[in-house]
């Protein structure tokens, strides 16, 4: 049947929409597949707490359980380098952790500054000490956070830039360690609790700040984990192990891929 011409119009013009449409689709599969990521940062970012750690990996305890490790197995970026590593402070970053990057990096995610700031201190501190001398060294923590902090995290950032000038760089942050008024019976204080929440809160804070005078995304993570802190009865993060003190305060598996994985893939 022979078509009228507004009729033979109107499906030509509906065939030019699909095939736009399916070529845009097909040019943003395949930016997405040629993303260059790198993974930066401390044992929040390389994924300590969540196990199956790779044995080449060493004391860095990168696992495949990690966000970043996660990410990539999902987007199949083009490449990975994965350089994050457990007790990594700023200086650890600049010094061992920037190699992969380069003007071809697209993409690149840093958790840093909990070291820095005393965080494993902070936290033997709180268990071992008295509630005075622990409200006392998370308030030490604050107050290296306000004066020196920031220098660092400008250091870091500026390394990042000069080396990966067109690269997305998403920062994240810590979640809150505590639920206030939750089901633990034993243990910290609420008064401890609370303060160490703070803490966290105020290192996050000026992180996010220093990550926004450079021109970074800031994930907060947070929210994420809001009903999965330690005494919530659902626990994405390890409360204090003496049998493995260094996966203590740190997020589970499940803690990565469902707390730091959907903030990260939402913000990159």
Known sequence: MKLSRAAALSS?????????????????AASSAAVDYVALGD??????????????????????????????????????????????????????QLGPLSSATDLVSLTVGGNDAGFADVMTTCVLQSEATCIARVEEAKRYVDSTLPARLDTVYTAIRSKAPSARVVVLGYPRFYKLGGSCVAGLT???????????????????????????????VAAAFTGHEICSGASWLHSVNWLNIGESYHPTAAGQSGGYLPVFRATA
């Open 12 to 28: 030509s013009l509906l065939l030019s929409a699909v095939l736009a449409l399916t070529g845009a689709g097909a040019a943003q």
């Open 190 to 220: 609420e008064n401890e609790r609370r303060a160490i929440n703070g803490g966290a809160d105020h290192l996050n804070a000026a992180t996010a700040k220093r990550a926004a005078d450079h021109g970074f995304a800031y994930a907060d």
């Open 43 to 96: 044992s929040y970012s390389s994924g300590v707490g969540a196990g199956n750690y790779d044995s080449a990996s060493g004391n860095c305890k990168r696992t495949p359980r990690a966000y970043p490790a996660l990410w990539a197995a999902a987007n199949s970026p083009s490449s990975f380098a994965f350089t994050a590593c457990s007790g990594a402070r700023t200086n650890d970053v600049t010094a061992n």
